[in-house]
């Protein structure tokens, strides 16, 4: 319960953070990109699918000024025997080329 709870809680608060974001954003007549999560293939099965969920609620809150995650393939893991979520270099420059389509 303890789980589901926090689970619950996480997302309310993902939301509230996305909503007020968008009504700043609105109020201060700016245009905000947020790019999605790269998926991690040596996290475990519940944290991928916490990582599209918060994916897909970015996505369904920024509409078109969502930037997709780098694709899977491309994510290189230098720290798989510790926290398994720091990328390379290389990944950090795929993401980079995924948002120079964005920038003015």
Known sequence: MLKFFSYSLFLFHLTLTL???LTLTQLLDKQVFIA????????????QATM????????????????PPVAENLVKVVDPH?????????TAQAILDTLLPYLN
């Open 19 to 21: 909503t007020l974001t």
């Open 52 to 67: 599209r969920t918060i994916n897909q609620t970015m996505a369904d809150f920024f509409d078109h000024n969502y930037v």
């Open 36 to 47: 999605g999560l790269p998926t991690f293939t040596n996290t475990s099965a519940q944290e």
């Open 82 to 90: 510790t926290y398994g979520i720091h990328y390379s270099t290389e």
